[in-house]
């Protein structure tokens, strides 16, 4: 059995005795019944993923991780590859929105290449970027497959690799992206796993492409999808076919995460694809998934309603990064010191009837 079947075999339903027993507590608290909304939501699956009535959430991580898209040359990204390689190194000085946003958080952050196009060996031997490189860049699904199979199960691998090594001192996990064209590969993915055929209702502008450019981005994820056939029913498939490295290498951080029974907080658009292809591996994974916010992509709904995720807030957000991920971090700390710290009815000597 190797890694990926052997981590997919440890991942087990949210525990349903401590929901129950967090909802009591909740319905214990000595204000009107649940009034604090989804914060006590989030609290419930906090407690039914750790199994604890006291979720433990003070050490984050948030690991990010960079990757090149063959389908930048159909011409679906105004930016040019390179700037996958310029924003990470970016990250590496602390200069990157991530960077900050969880530094206010209090996460760790952790860099890795999956696939960058190109040569980076100057962040990965100082140790600034961890080297889980797969190939440089993942090849156009226009002309074939992204990946072989081989590479798209290394890329998951890897992902489960990271998850394992930060699990022992990780609370809470976090997830971001880089990649110059993923977009388009989320937007695949998303309308082959939601069986959509009008590709328009899941493509945008990503990273600014200007609206007169739209549909050379929707006909090359068309055809792309028209030529490679993705099986829809195999998630490793979907992932070889269409997606990215960085891609796979989130997916297996969410499984390598579930593993372990840890809390992953998905980003946006790009994130939320590689939460599709680890549900698709393993849909008891989906109990560990944190959704931070929705997307201004079109395409994010789709992706929601097939993990069945309501988002902690809407802020517009379309940047990435894990940016999302990282404020939704600051919703967890208070969601566990609510429920924890609140007085009971009986503490109170309040009585429900008198609220």
């Not at 433990?56 to 990010?64: E, F, L, N, Q």
């Amino acid at each position: 059995m190797g890694l990926l079947e052997s981590t997919i075999a440890k991942v087990e339903p949210q525990s349903d005795e401590y929901r129950q027993r967090a909802t009591a507590h909740i319905l214990n608290l000595a204000i009107p019944r649940w009034s604090l909304g989804r914060v006590f939501d989030l609290a419930v699956d906090l407690c039914g993923i750790t199994r604890s009535m006291a979720p433990p959430v003070a050490r984050k991580h948030i690991v990010v991780m960079s990757g090149d898209h063959g389908i930048v040359s159909a011409g679906v990204s105004e930016q040019p590859q390179a700037v996958t390689r310029l924003v990470t190194e970016n990250f590496t000085q602390g200069k990157g929105s991530i960077c900050i946003l969880a530094e206010h958080a209090g996460a760790d952050l952790t860099i890795v290449d999956m696939g960058i196009n190109g040569d980076v060996r100057h962040l990965t031997d100082s140790g600034k970027v961890l080297d889980k490189k797969v190939a440089n860049g993942t090849a156009s699904f226009t002309q074939g497959p992204a990946m072989t199979r081989a590479q798209a199960t290394a890329a998951v691998e890897a992902g489960i690799e990271i998850a394992e090594k930060l699990a022992v001192e990780t609370d809470v996990f976090g997830m971001g992206e880089m990649g110059i064209g993923n977009t388009s590969s989320s937007s695949a993915i998303v309308a082959v796993m939601a069986g959509i055929e009008d590709i328009s209702t899941v493509v945008d502008r990503g990273a600014g492409l200007p609206l007169e450019k739209l549909q050379v981005k929707i006909d090359a994820i068309k055809s792309g999808i028209e030529l490679n056939r993705p099986d829809p029913d195999d998630a490793l498939d979907v992932l070889g076919k269409v997606g990215g490295f960085e891609i796979g290498g989130l997916a297996g951080l969410i499984l390598g995460a579930a593993a372990h029974r840890k809390p992953v907080v998905i980003d946006g658009f790009i994130t939320t694809a590689a939460a599709l292809i680890a549900h698709g591996l393993c849909p008891d994974a989906a109990g560990y998934m944190i959704q931070s916010h929705g997307s201004m992509e079109r395409g994010h709904p789709h992706m929601l309603k097939l993990l069945d995720k309501k988002p902690l807030f809407y802020l517009d957000l379309r940047l990435g990064e894990g940016t999302g991920a990282a404020l939704a971090m600051n919703l967890i700390d208070a969601a566990v010191k609510v429920m924890t710290r609140m007085a009971t009815f009986e503490e109170s000597n309040i009585t429900e009837e008198g609220l």
